[in-house]
């Protein structure tokens, strides 16, 4: 059973910074592209970084580009994003994910994601 669970989440000041972190299980870590999506109260999910297989390709949303920063370690089994100069607009609940990967994905679709965590909340105080 694969399971993708998030920590890290919490309350901070317009600002500051936030580590998320997510620990994957139940799948070959290293064989999965993984992503990160939020959702804001009252709109739908959206793609907000993503990291390929073996760690070395990232795509951004350009909402985030330059204050966030996605990384992983294959050997822990983990997918981190790093959050920094947080805004209020990016209070929402963050949603790690895992896309089966062969070649390049369509990184920004949330179709192309095979597994979903239960997600973690960021609220961003102005």
């Known amino acids: 059973q694969v399971q993708l669970v998030e920590s890290g989440g919490g309350l901070v000041q317009a600002g500051g910074s936030l580590r998320l972190s997510c620990v994957a299980s139940?799948?070959?870590?290293?064989?999965?592209?993984m992503g990160w999506f939020r959702r804001a109260p009252g709109k739908e999910r959206e793609f907000v970084a993503c990291?390929?297989?073996?760690?070395?390709?990232?795509y951004y949303a350009d909402s985030v580009k330059g204050r966030f920063t996605i990384s992983r370690d294959n050997a822990k089994n983990t997918v981190y994003l790093q959050m920094n100069s947080l805004r209020p607009e990016d209070t929402a609940v963050y949603y790690c994910?895992?896309?089966?990967?062969?070649?390049?994905?369509?990184?920004?679709?949330?179709?192309?994601?095979?597994?979903w965590g239960q997600g973690t909340q960021v609220t961003v105080s102005s």
């Open positions: 994910t895992a896309a089966r990967q062969t070649y390049g994905i369509r990184w920004y679709d949330r179709s192309e994601y095979n597994y």
């Open positions: 139940g799948l070959t870590f290293g064989s999965y592209a």
């Open positions: 990291i390929y297989r073996a760690g070395t390709t990232t």
